[in-house]
C-alpha cells in the first residue's frame, strides 16, 4: 500500500484530498497545525470505512521539531512516503501600506518556507519509493500580482520558482514535482482572509473598496474543492506528471495570457475588470 503525506489537513483542499487518498487506497498521514479537526476527519473515515488507514498527527510546518519527529515516526512505521502533498497554507490579506513587516515575513514562512522545511526533512523517505510524486499547492496568484495580495502573492510566485528548481533536482531520482494551481474554490482560506483585515478601513478608500469586493465575491461564489482533491490524486497516477496544472475558473487562461501577452496589457485587463467590479481576483 502506497503512503501519503498531506500537511494543512485541517480544513480546505487538505481535508478534502485526505479523504481522496484514502478512497484510492493509500495510507494517509494527515498533519493538522492544531487537532481541532481531528473528529471530524476520523468520522468522515469511519463513514468511509477507511479509518485503518489514516493517522492523524500535529504538525506545524514551521515548526522543525514537529516536522523531525513526523518524518521519524514515517520512517519506523512506514518505511517510505510515496507522495508528499504540501498543502499547509494561509491567505495575508492587506495592501502593501498596511501590512506590518511581521505579517508580510509569517506569510512567506508558513506558504514558502513551510514547504521548504517539509520537503527538505522527508526528501530521504520519498527517495525509498521507486516512483514518487510532490504536489505544491499553488495558485493563480502565482502568475500575476493583484492589488491587496502582496504578500500571498509573492509567497505563491516563489513557491512556483522553488518547485520548477526542485522539479529539475529531483527528475533523475524518479521524484516528480508537481504544482496545482488553482483558482477560486470554497475553502475557508477566503473567510480567515477576510477576517484579518479592517474591512471599515478599507470601505473608505475606492480602491480598496473595491478589492475587498471581489474577495467577497470569490469567498461566496467560487466552485466545489472537491476538484482540486481528484486532480491530486490522479496526478500520482500518471506515469510523467507534468509540472503546471492550472485548475478553476480563470486559470488555464491566465496561464496562457501570462506566458504570451506583454505585461501592459494584463495590467489594462486588471485594472479595467477592477473598475467594472466584475471577475475573479484569486
Same mark, same amino acid.
Given at each position: ?6 500537511? &494543512? ?15 484510492? &487506497? /493509500? ?63 494561509f491567505c495575508q490579506a492587506g495592501f502593501i501600506a498596511d501590512l506590518t513587516i511581521d505579517a508580510f515575513q509569517k506569510q512567506l514562512d508558513v506558504n514558502l518556507h513551510g514547504v521548504f522545511r517539509v520537503t527538505k526533512v522527508m526528501l530521504p523517505l520519498l ?22 495580495? %502582496? ?9 512556483? &520558482?522553488?518547485?520548477? %528548481?526542485l522539479r529539475i533536482e529531483l527528475l533523475p531520482k524518479q521524484i516528480f514535482v508537481s504544482l496545482v494551481e488553482a483558482a477560486s474554490y470554497q475553502t475557508e482560506i477566503w473567510d480567515k482572509s477576510l477576517s484579518s483585515i479592517d474591512q471599515l478601513e478599507m ?5 480598496? %473598496? ?23 490524486? %490522479? ?9 503546471? /496544472? ?37
Open positions: 500500500m502506497k503512503t501519503v503525506l498531506v500537511t &494543512g489537513s485541517g480544513s480546505g483542499f487538505g481535508f478534502i484530498t485526505t479523504l481522496e487518498f484514502l478512497k484510492k &487506497g /493509500y495510507s494517509v498521514i494527515a498533519t493538522m497545525r492544531t487537532l481541532q479537526s481531528r473528529d471530524e476527519l476520523i468520522e468522515r473515515a469511519e463513514n468511509e470505512q477507511l479509518a485503518s488507514q489514516l493517522d492523524i498527527m500535529e504538525m506545524d510546518v514551521t515548526d522543525e521539531h514537529q516536522i523531525q519527529y513526523v518524518k521519524d515516526y514515517i520512517q519506523i512505521n512506514y518505511k517510505k512516503l510515496d507522495v508528499l502533498v504540501n498543502n499547509a497554507g527517495e525509498q519509493s521507486n516512483k514518487a510524486n510532490i504536489i505544491n499547492i499553488g495558485s493563480v496568484s502565482g502568475y500575476a500580482g493583484f492589488p491587496g495580495m %502582496s504578500a500571498y502573492c509573492a509567497s505563491k510566485f516563489a513557491l512556483a &520558482g522553488l518547485s520548477e %528548481s470601505e473608505k478608500d475606492p480602491m480598496k %473598496s473595491t478589492v475587498l469586493s471581489y474577495a467577497q465575491q470569490a469567498s461566496k461564489f467560487s466552485a466545489d474543492p472537491s476538484e482540486v482533491a481528484s486532480l491530486i490524486a %490522479s496526478i500520482c497516477s500518471r506515469k510523467k506528471p507534468k509540472l503546471h /496544472y492550472p485548475i478553476g475558473k480563470g486559470a488555464r487562461m491566465l496561464a496562457f495570457a501570462k506566458r504570451l501577452l506583454p505585461w501592459t496589457w494584463l495590467e489594462k485587463i486588471i485594472v479595467k475588470k477592477l473598475k467594472h467590479k466584475k471577475g475573479n481576483l484569486c
